[in-house]
């Protein structure tokens, strides 16, 4: 995982002042499985280039890219739209696309540091 992709979940949690992923069992201790399962929810199902390439979403994918639910674990659709609610309007457009720039299967979609300085949300005047 690159920068920053392991940065996104914190912009996320200090902006939208609650977590993107939760990603626990039922012990309340952290399961890639849970964490796989929620990234799903939002973006839905991988590439199967992802999924061939990466440890932990083999375990959770068949062969042709389905989800296994393996141990039960169900995902459960859900929009970045619906979680956040500090903003509106042009403003939670700008910053939703924002963060789906980052939130992204496959890294090389994800945008660089350089292309996220000169993204519309990071350079509008507005916040709130």
Same mark, same amino acid.
């Given at each position: 995982?690159?920068?920053?992709?392991?940065?996104? &979940?914190?912009?996320?949690?200090i902006?939208? =002042?609650?977590?993107?992923? *939760?990603?626990? =069992?039922?012990?309340? =201790?952290?399961?890639? @499985?849970?964490?796989?399962?929620?990234?799903?929810?939002?973006?839905?199902? &991988?590439?199967?280039?992802?999924?061939?390439?990466? /440890?932990?979403?083999r375990?959770?994918?068949?062969? =042709?890219?389905?989800?296994?639910?393996?141990?039960?674990?169900?995902? @459960?659709a859900? @929009?970045?739209?619906e979680?956040?609610? *500090?903003?509106?309007? %042009?403003?939670?457009?700008?910053?939703?696309?924002?963060? /789906?720039?980052?939130?992204?299967?496959? &890294?090389?979609?994800? %945008?660089?540091?350089?292309?996220?300085?000169?993204? &519309?949300?990071?350079?509008?005047?507005s916040? @709130?």
């Open positions: 995982m690159n920068f920053l992709a392991q940065l996104l &979940p914190q912009i996320w949690d902006f939208a =002042d609650k977590h993107l992923f *939760n990603a626990v =069992d039922e012990d309340g =201790d952290y399961s890639p @499985s849970h964490h796989v399962a929620e990234m799903v929810g939002f973006l839905g199902l &991988p590439p199967l280039s992802f999924i061939e390439r990466n /440890r932990e979403t375990n959770v994918f068949t062969d =042709d890219g389905k989800w296994l639910a393996a141990g039960g674990i169900t995902v @459960s859900t @929009s970045l739209e979680i956040e609610e *500090n903003l509106s309007g %042009k403003n939670q457009e700008l910053f939703l696309q924002f963060i /789906r720039s980052m939130l992204q299967w496959e &890294p090389e979609r994800r %945008k660089t540091a350089r292309e996220l300085l000169d993204d &519309p949300w990071l350079n509008s005047t916040h @709130s």
